[in-house]
């Protein structure tokens, strides 16, 4: 299955005009006895860059983790153009277009930066065992493009000359393009970022905000998790606080940063 | 365009060194294929062992060495591979070509069932659960007397039938090592693909993650059951074979003795490549034929506990000097050549 056919058999257009993209309703979850997120709502739209602050432990991973599948809540229901995808297996969010770079990256240390970065082509392929096994002519044309979509990929964001290179070779600044690469060459309409902007240089910092910004005109939608940083406010057309898993303030970077109870709580000290 | 870019990238010297390893490999399957007509009984036969103790290995470089998921039952599936060719041939009266594929396609699906119960268990476990469900398979073989023989075992299985007048054992000697190259190349274009990918990025093991891999959208317990379930019809298909060939089996040769050592022949050979398992098996073979020669008269007795001796010693040497596997040593002299120079 091409890139082409995959866009098209998820539902609505390419980069969905189905609004809000992503509705949570009413969500929470606990971890044993700690609620880590409790009754939160939120809708984003096709487009918007949101992010997610609050202190340390507020439930900020959890929300993605919920979002991506990788938990499942105990009440509450998210979705996503328009259909509940809380209950189903991780795997399937993913191919329904929601990719997620994590704090921590996580590139696979065994393959190539190429080979990493080709794993995020997964969702948009098919090529099972037998058919890689016996190199049949549709896994081979699928490798092919697969190649050819996550070397274009590592070329817009300047990595080229690392395509080679394995994972522990790289900086932690390169490690994270390269895990936006990977999670990009999927042709998610839904981009999870915990963290981008943590342990970059300030040339990495400005190229981030450019390549968001970029991401978001092209009707991409990003919700991330950050510190509220100057920066920050400059790329987010929304932000969220949570406090103790509950969201207490949203609206625009500015608005937040006038918010009585938000400075009061979180921005205060 | 990009692509391009990196082909050319490739330096004249790795273009060297891949000319070198054609011409290597061709020399290599030259000597194999051509050894029934210019070597002896004994060495035919060793060479035989090694290319069922290959196939057995071979499963587990996309079990273990990619996947993370360390099996201690492959001796069971080539057991099941056994037992049901000689069955079907003797009990049932079927022909022994079939009977191979039969049973190759029942062990496939008897391991579907195993691996997705043992591998929803994340971890070292498996090789713990995988061991016992080895051990109790042995034990129904055994307390089964009626239908399998018991302790005894099996007699009479029939030859595979073929064209020519080629001896039976030169014969099986060309079947063996042409599957093995068959798997051989099976694995290794699953190695580079997007299931290989799959399995690496899942590898718990070696600093994957399932987690991240199901983010991915890899559907982490199919990749799993996948490479479980090759990597017993691999095993299979060398059991029968052997049925076959050996025309007599007995429980003991499938007990989880056998799963350690091929365990051990992979990583001895290399883990995430296949042709570590050749190597592997090739290497502990022959330390197995030599002691069997040296032990009794150096030093008396029995061999059978030197054996183990030796392949603990063969494996904490390969664990301490060369973690990946023989299959690395020429990278590591070469680098070793270079870094003095
Ligand atoms: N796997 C887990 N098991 C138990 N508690 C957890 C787990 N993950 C997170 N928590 C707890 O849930 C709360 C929210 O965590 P998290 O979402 O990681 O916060 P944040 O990302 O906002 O710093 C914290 O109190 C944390 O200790
Ligand atoms: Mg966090």
């Not at chain 2, 019809?233 to 025309?247: D, E, N």
Request: charged share 15%; hydrophobic share 50%; aromatic share 8%.
């Amino acid at each position: 299955m091409l890139r082409a056919e995959y866009m098209a058999t998820r539902s609505g257009f390419p980069h969905g005009s189905t609004d809000p993209l992503l509705e949570l309703r009413r969500l929470s979850v606990a971890y044993g006895r700690l609620v880590a997120l409790k009754d939160v709502d939120l809708r984003i739209s096709s487009g918007e860059l949101v992010c997610i602050i609050g202190p340390n432990g507020a439930g900020k991973t959890t929300l993605l983790k919920l979002v991506n599948g990788l938990l499942k809540p105990s009440s509450g229901e998210i979705l996503f153009r328009g259909e509940q995808i809380e209950s189903i297996p991780a795997y399937k969010v993913a191919r329904c277009g929601i990719t997620q770079m994590f704090q921590d990256v996580q590139l696979c240390p065994t393959i190539s930066v190429l080979d990493n970065v080709m794993t995020g082509c997964h969702v948009w392929t098919r090529a099972g065992f037998l058919s890689t096994g016996f190199r049949r002519g549709h896994a081979r044309e699928e490798e092919a493009t697969m190649r050819a979509s996550s070397l274009e990929q590592l070329n817009a964001l300047g990595l080229t000359d690392r395509v080679t290179a394995m994972p522990r070779e790289l900086s932690w600044g390169e490690q994270k393009l390269v895990g936006l690469a990977r999670a990009l060459v999927a042709q998610p309409s839904l981009v999870l970022l915990d963290e981008p902007y943590g342990g970059l240089m300030q040339h990495e910092i400005d190229k981030l905000s450019t390549l968001l910004r970029r991401l978001t005109c092209g009707g991409v939608t990003v919700l991330m998790v950050e510190h509220l940083t100057d920066v920050v406010m400059d790329v987010a057309s929304k932000v969220v606080v949570l406090h103790y898993g509950e969201k207490i303030a949203e609206g625009e970077p500015q608005a937040i940063r006038n918010d009585e109870k938000v400075v009061a709580t979180y921005l205060g000290e | 365009m990009a692509a391009v870019e990196v082909t050319d990238g490739i330096t004249v010297e790795a273009g060297r060194a891949r000319t070198r390893r054609r011409v290597l490999v061709g020399v290599g399957l030259a000597v194999v294929f051509t050894l029934p007509f210019w070597a002896g009984a004994y060495p035919v036969s060793i060479a035989t062992m090694i290319g069922f103790h290959s196939i057995l290995a071979l499963g587990l470089v996309l079990l273990t060495g990619l996947a993370g998921q360390v099996s201690l039952g492959q001796a069971m599936f080539y057991g099941m591979g056994a037992y049901i060719s000689a069955l079907l041939t003797v009990r049932v009266g079927l022909p022994s070509w079939p009977s191979i594929f039969l049973a190759a396609a029942a062990t496939g699906i008897i391991a579907a069932g195993v691996g997705f119960v043992i591998l929803r268990l994340r971890g070292i476990i498996v090789a713990g659960v995988t061991l016992t469900v080895n051990l109790i398979f042995y034990y129904l073989i055994m307390s089964m007397g009626s239908v399998t023989g018991g302790a005894t075992g099996m007699i009479g299985i029939p030859r595979l039938v073929y064209p020519g007048n080629l001896p039976y054992t030169a014969f099986i000697f060309l079947l063996v090592w042409l599957v093995v190259l068959a798997l051989l190349v099976f694995s290794r274009n699953v190695v580079n693909s997007r299931s290989g990918r799959a399995l690496r990025v899942l590898n718990v093991l070696s600093g994957g993650s399932e987690d991240t891999a199901q983010v991915l959208g890899i559907n982490t317990m199919k990749y799993k059951v996948s490479a479980f379930v090759v990597a017993a019809v691999f095993a299979s298909i060398g059991g029968s074979l052997y049925a076959h060939y050996t025309r007599v089996i007995e429980p003991s040769t499938f007990h989880v003795q056998l799963s350690v050592i091929v365990a051990i022949m992979v990583i001895v050979g290399g883990v995430t490549t296949p042709w570590g398992a050749v190597i592997g098996a090739t290497v502990m073979i022959c330390i197995t034929e030599i002691l069997r020669a040296v032990a009794p008269i150096v030093l008396g007795g029995p061999t059978g506990a030197y054996e183990l001796v030796a392949y603990g010693v063969v494996l904490v040497a390969t664990l301490l000097f060369l973690p990946e596997g023989v299959y690395s040593l020429p990278k590591r002299l070469k680098r070793r050549r270079r870094a003095s120079r």
